[in-house]
Every structure is written in C-alpha cells, then in structure tokens.
C-alpha cells in the first residue's frame, strides 16, 4: 500500500496554474505535518521542500514559490492541496507529498511517509 497519493500534475505553459492534491490513506494516529517536495531533473538534484503545513493549518513556503503556491490541509478528508500560480520553468520537477516528524516539513529528512510523485512540467 501507497500511504500517500498524489494528483493533479501534468503539463502547462509559463504562467499557467495546476493544483496538486494528496490523499493519506494510511492512517496516522497523530495529525503529522504535512508537505509538498519537488525534486527536478538532472544529476545532483535533491528533494526539496516546497511549502509545509502544520497539524493546525500554519503554512510556511520555500522562498522561491512565495505567493505564487498555496499549500492546504483538510484533516476531515484526509487530504493535503497544492495550488500553484504563476508557473515557471524552474517549477518542473517531481512533486512529492509527505508527511513529517517536527511541526513542519522542514527537509527531507523530516519526512517519513512519501508518496510516489507526479510530474509537473513547465514550458513554453
């Protein structure tokens, strides 16, 4: 089983918008903090956190993504969003949805449940 799900990537111009959402299906007995990694392509890239969201729906964001995205949790449905405006080439990645030890997603290495990622590539 796949503790998280992601959807919603796909592919759109510079400027356009895509939402991604998530699904925990794996139950947690605690609310986790939650959060949105991307990881782009080429050799030396690392999973970087993008936005995070604590149990109580406090957000902190990666600068380079401030007030374009919008992270948002929905802890009846067990649900995490992503809403991203203003898209960029340097936007396109692998988009992970995770959920994390501490009060944010704060790396990698705060994460330990992952889903399998989606694709969002921007271009021209």
């Known amino acids: 089983d796949v503790p998280l799900v992601e959807s919603g990537g796909g592919s759109v111009e510079i400027g356009g918008s895509l939402r991604l959402s998530c699904v925990v299906s794996k139950y947690t007995p605690e609310r986790p903090s939650m959060g949105w990694f991307r990881q782009a392509p080429g050799p030396g890239k690392v999973r970087e956190i993008v936005?995070?969201?604590?149990?109580?729906?406090?957000?902190r964001y990666q600068e380079s993504v401030q007030g374009r995205f919008t992270v948002s949790r929905d802890n009846e449905k067990n649900t995490l969003d992503l809403r991203m405006n203003s898209l960029k080439p340097e936007d396109t990645a692998t988009y992970y949805c995770?959920?994390?030890?501490?009060?944010?997603?704060?790396?990698?290495?705060?994460?330990?449940?992952w889903g399998l990622g989606t694709q969002v590539t921007v271009s021209s």
């Open positions: 995770a959920a994390c030890t501490g009060d944010y997603c704060v790396s990698r290495y705060a994460a330990y449940l």
């Open positions: 936005a995070s969201v604590d149990k109580s729906g406090r957000t």
